[in-house]
């Protein structure tokens, strides 16, 4: 029988394998030359740059007759990559976006050929099963103690704290549910709040970083004054701008008291789970009755890989829903599994293979020796930034996120300076606003990021010391 024309071929099937070889060839070649084409951390000349390019390879969007499978993959893949902010670059250091293991990716293209849908089992028997034995061991890092945790697989930290607020939501009661968060707290608890039909969340100022308990203990006293309904208090352990993890025994106890929820945002922090050494910074998580926890951050998973962990598979009830063609309950009576209940979405991919061919290839203390190496490069960084004369360090890191800023820098030359960076290509940094001001913002994320590599990306920012080589130091992974 010939072989199917490459543009139309499927990539499942008997023949699946065959038809995705000679393409896949074409992608890494694309992926290959792209870089090189990049030559950095992003690409040079800003956004008007990236825009001819792919204007130039877009012209037409949709042509009349298609160039074929193998132009069309190796033009617009080295497009993509000659154009993208690349995680894997040392010098790419702005965000909570990590580079993907090679081993995640590859079960990611497996996920894709194959193409499970997770709103029903007779669409993904084994993807199913997976995702639950999965789920459950993740949720009993958390929870080592309760019989049956659970967790849900998510698009990331902001579907999951959306989640979190109306499992809480659905509590009974006459008033509606009040949230109570810090200054810390990520932006997707607002928005939760908002898309929810909630009231607008008080906030607590955080000036150090993080909650004060004191200052928490004064607002609950105050709400429940005038409040008898449901609470939920969100503390935070990896913050977005600092890294800072919420005192979370102080917290739990403080909403035992008070008789309110507990959500630990554990987006970026949570992933500590895994080291037997840094675990002990996440003391208390346990106490929370919902968990956010990213796999996309510190799991060096690609996007996305999130979950939401609960104590008791009880808890998620809520979410239980009805569709008579997807689980009619005659199908769940004679014991097929009930997936519409795992989310709130109904079509979605089987992120957990990569996520459950991570954990087998790496176990657990491959993950952890991987965390405690970018937490310990944080803190390397931060030593080199104390003994640099011309800069200042916010503080010494709690994760793998460091700030600093040059000394007597104003707002206006920090922003400047990242701008110039980006439009050079050679770094991308984040930037942070604390009530001590505004710093730049270094979140490493990258396994492989060597000493040099934080000496050239210091060099980008502020003179070397006196008596250090004066090269360009430009580096590619």
């Known amino acids: 029988m010939p072989a199917p024309d490459p543009t139309s071929a499927l990539a499942g099937g008997t023949r699946g394998p065959d038809a995705l070889r000679p393409l896949l060839a074409t992608v890494l070649d694309a992926l290959t030359h792209g870089a090189a084409t990049r030559d950095g951390p992003l690409p040079a000349g800003g956004p008007d740059t990236v825009d001819q390019r792919v204007r130039a390879a877009t012209d037409p969007v949709i042509p009349e007759t298609g160039t074929g499978a193998h132009e069309a993959l190796h033009t617009l893949v080295h497009t993509l990559t000659a154009g993208t902010a690349d995680p894997a670059h040392p010098h790419c250091a702005a965000h909570l976006h990590c580079p993907p293991l090679a081993v995640a990716a590859a079960a990611d293209l497996a996920a894709s050929a194959l193409n499970p849908s997770m709103d029903s089992w007779d669409q993904a028997p084994a993807a199913s099963q997976l995702e639950a034995r999965t789920t459950r061991a993740l949720a009993a890092l958390a929870y080592p103690d309760r019989p049956a945790p659970d967790a849900l697989i998510t698009t990331g930290g902001t579907e999951s704290n959306q989640l979190a607020l109306l499992l809480a939501r659905e509590t009974p009661s006459s008033q509606p549910l009040r949230v109570i968060c810090g200054a810390n707290a990520h932006h997707s608890i607002h928005r939760a709040a908002w898309l929810l039909g909630l009231p607008a969340p008080t906030t607590i100022p955080t000036p150090t970083g993080t909650i004060d308990p004191a200052q928490l203990d004064e607002t609950l006293t105050t709400t429940r004054t005038h409040h008898t309904g449901p609470l939920l208090v969100i503390a935070t352990a990896g913050t977005t701008d600092t890294g800072q993890i919420d005192p979370l025994p102080a917290i739990a106890t403080l909403c035992h008291t008070h008789r309110a929820t507990l959500h630990v945002d554990a987006a970026y922090g949570g992933p500590l789970l895994f080291s037997h050494t840094l675990r002990p910074l996440l003391s208390g998580l346990d106490r929370a009755h919902t968990i956010t926890l990213d796999l996309h951050k510190l799991g ?153 590599d934080l000496h050239a990306l210091l060099h980008h920012i502020a003179p070397p010391p006196e008596g250090a080589p004066a090269d360009d130091h430009r580096t590619t992974p």
Do not use: M
Request: glycine share 6%; charged share 20%.
């Open 300 to 452: 060096w998973q690609p996007i996305a890989a999130g979950l939401l962990l609960v104590p008791d598979t009880t808890a998620l009830h809520p979410l239980d829903h009805r569709a008579d063609y997807l689980n009619a309950d005659d199908d769940t009576e004679a014991g097929l599994p009930d997936l519409l209940g795992r989310s709130l979405r109904t079509t979605r991919r089987p992120d957990t293979l990569k996520i459950a061919v991570t954990l087998r290839a790496l176990g657990r203390h491959g993950l952890a020796h991987l965390i405690e190496g970018v937490c310990a490069t944080a803190h390397h960084l931060a030593d080199l930034i104390d003994a640099h004369p011309a800069l200042e360090l916010h503080s010494r890191p709690t994760l793998s996120t460091v700030l600093f800023r040059p000394a007597n820098a104003t707002p206006r030359t920090i922003a400047d300076t990242r701008r110039r960076l980006l439009h050079q290509g050679r770094a991308v940094l984040g930037r942070a606003t604390t009530p001590t001001g505004r710093w730049r913002k270094v979140t490493l994320l990258n396994p492989h990021t060597h000493p040099a």
